[in-house]
């Protein structure tokens, strides 16, 4: 099996939606889209926010399919005082010059109780809560999360799995939670993610589940973040979450 994240298109924060640029982008996504195999897919979840909704909307009408809402697939944006601008901020975009100085943010168990993640405990509810979560969804998919040893394999049912590879859960939602999901599946602090990585508007990460140990499965990013049907199609790739200029080759 695998799992698809789709980020939203280039979003208009001050009015909640969509750009006219992030209205393209969803479309020409939906040209990529449209050519999968939908049977595979079993499901599709999308965030309650309107830039996510309206980002699968194309995709949805091409395969004429509905999502499933779900709130824990907001964004994680739960505000903290940015130690830099003294403004509140999403928990992430920090500055290397503060993070540099507090190396549990690196530690996967140690990140949620450091001076600035602990300053807002609807970061560490949040957290648990989308971690919960999307293990009750692999558990509704014959994979159970095994808390030994590192605790990033899983248990197969395989009355569920056997010939699953190419089924797929499907999520239109945001940067930070897809990042904040992939830290506990590959078992990393999200900080790591949510710092030294970026997927850009529209931008498509897929997780596959390897079974090279009987009855056993661990889970593997395959992309981060692509956006080449943005790039064949002509259009600019947008830089939200960038803080750089993105590299169209």
């Excluded at 809402?69 to 010059?97: A, M, N």
């Excluded at 699953?164 to 999200?190: K, R």
Aim: with cysteine; aromatic share 10%.
């Amino acid at each position: 099996m695998r799992l698809i994240f789709i980020r939203h298109a280039e979003p208009d924060y001050k009015h909640n939606c969509l750009t006219e640029k992030g209205i393209r982008e969803a479309e020409i996504l939906s040209r990529r889209t449209a050519l999968w195999n939908t049977e595979h897919i079993r499901k599709i979840y999308v965030s309650p926010l309107p830039r996510a909704k309206m980002t699968a909307e194309p995709t949805l009408l091409k395969w004429n399919r509905e999502a499933e809402e779900i709130p824990w697939l907001r964004e994680f944006e739960y505000r903290i005082t940015h130690p830099s601008t003294g403004k509140l901020h999403v928990p992430w975009d920090l500055y290397p010059e503060y993070f540099s100085e507090y190396p549990d943010m690196y530690d996967r168990e140690r990140w949620i109780n450091t001076p600035l993640y602990s300053s807002n405990p609807e970061i560490k509810t949040a957290y648990q809560e989308i971690c919960e979560s999307i293990d009750a969804l692999l558990a509704e998919n014959g994979y159970h999360r095994n808390p030994e040893g590192s605790g990033t394999m899983y248990d197969l049912d395989r009355s569920l799995t056997d010939g699953d590879e190419e089924n797929a859960l499907v999520f239109f939602c945001h940067f930070g939670v897809t990042a904040v999901i992939l830290s506990h599946l590959i078992g990393v602090s999200p900080f790591i993610l949510l710092h030294h990585t970026v997927i850009l508007p529209t931008g498509i990460t897929i997780v596959n589940a390897e079974k090279r140990v009987p009855d056993k499965a661990h889970l593997r990013i395959q992309v981060l973040g692509d956006v080449r049907h943005l790039g064949q199609a002509g259009e600019p790739f947008s830089t939200h979450a960038a803080f750089s200029p993105a590299f169209e080759g």
